[in-house]
């Protein structure tokens, strides 16, 4: 997802005189059941869908478009940012990213005047500190972005960090060489330390300091040596990618979306629809393969509530972004009133009991 952010921020924002002020003006979006969704709205560079489905009983996915400034003044550079953040073990992680990664990014980019790799790492790692005093669960890195060139081709431009990926778990051996048991095969599923499937996460720190592995943390998660190093990195994954004018639209989302649809199924249904919606196509189509996959009717899984939906399909979160070639090319002169636009769904009030939670995942996002 890393590369898919800094695929737009490098190419799309360009230096520019014009002022810009973000508004809530495009920010509405609609809640139908478990499903909240805006079909159409305006960024920078194009025009943008959204759709949020969600089956745990607190929404994990945490999502939010932020297009104009890229920097606390307001002066520029201008462009879109694009942010999906896949919880596990609650929604904790996942909402104190959306609430500040972005507001970093900002003070980094006033910082060194630019917008750069280093301005994200540098975000990145303020989140990290930030969240790591005062909470212990952990978003992971199994996101993706697919970008649509050329003959409506896919292309995939990031890569999940999970183990099991046979690359990820080769990287883990080498990062790891004194450790047989980094990697487990546990229940035919790819576990690191036979816990977790990601390798890679902002939080988690049961499994980067030795002072948080043990009580009051539930004994299975805690490990029978001591941590010497952190056994999970919080360093991202960056790659730049430099949009072409035949570059039509990019796909944003969680992994509820990929456990169902492959990147070129994804592009199709983008390519052979109206934009508007296009996010919420996406989500049904998703939905329709896992109602399939337990030989149900996807009338049925609809009826089903959250909590118990999570045993059918898990948080699924799109983003459609369309890039106007045009726009692209002379972001600098576009008068665009900016905005902030954040994903919903169902969640408690702030001041009421929720159920607890613990790291399941370590069963699974």
Request: proline residues 4%; charged residues 20%; aromatic residues 6%.
């Amino acid at each position: 997802m890393l590369s898919g952010l800094m695929n737009l921020l490098k190419a799309c924002f360009r230096p520019g005189s014009d002022g810009f002020t973000r508004t809530g003006s495009d920010a509405g979006g609609r809640q139908d059941g478990l499903l909240w969704y805006k079909d159409t709205g305006q960024h920078l560079n194009g025009e943008f869908s959204m759709a949020v489905i969600q089956a745990n009983n607190l929404l994990e996915d945490q999502s939010q478009i932020e297009s104009g400034s890229l920097s606390s003044n307001e002066s520029g550079p201008y462009g879109t940012f694009i942010g999906i953040y896949d919880g596990h073990g609650g929604p904790e992680t996942s909402r104190f990213i959306n609430d500040h990664l972005f507001h970093h990014l900002k003070r980094f980019t006033s910082e060194q005047q630019s917008m750069s790799v280093d301005v994200i790492r540098k975000a990145l790692q303020a989140t990290e500190e930030g969240f790591m005093s005062v909470q212990t669960l952990g978003i992971p890195g199994q996101l993706r972005a697919v970008k649509a060139t050329g003959e409506v081709l896919a292309m995939q431009l990031s890569t999940e960090h999970n183990a099991s990926i046979e690359s990820i778990r080769q990287e883990l051996h080498s990062l790891h060489p004194d450790d047989p048991n980094i990697v487990v095969l546990k229940h035919n599923v790819w576990r690191v330390k036979g816990l977790i499937q990601v390798s890679k996460s902002i939080g988690d720190v049961y499994l980067k300091k030795a002072e948080f592995n043990r009580e009051p943390l539930y004994g299975k998660f805690r490990l029978r040596e001591p941590i010497k190093w952190p056994i999970l990195s919080s360093e991202p994954s960056i790659s730049v990618h430099h949009l072409q004018p035949h570059d039509q639209f990019i796909i944003f989302a969680s992994d509820g979306l990929w456990e169902h649809l492959s990147n070129q199924e994804a592009v199709d249904i983008v390519q052979n629809s109206p934009r508007s919606g296009s996010a919420r196509r996406l989500v049904k189509a998703a939905l329709q393969e896992a109602a399939k996959k337990r030989e149900m009717r996807y009338s049925d899984l609809k009826k089903i509530d959250r909590g118990v939906r999570r045993h059918f399909h898990d948080d699924t979160t799109v983003i459609v972004v369309y890039l106007d070639s045009n726009l692209v090319s002379r972001a600098s002169t576009v008068k665009f009133p900016g905005i902030s636009v954040r994903g919903g769904g169902i969640n408690l009030p702030h001041n009421t009991l929720a159920p607890c939670t613990t790291p399941t995942e370590i069963g699974g996002t």
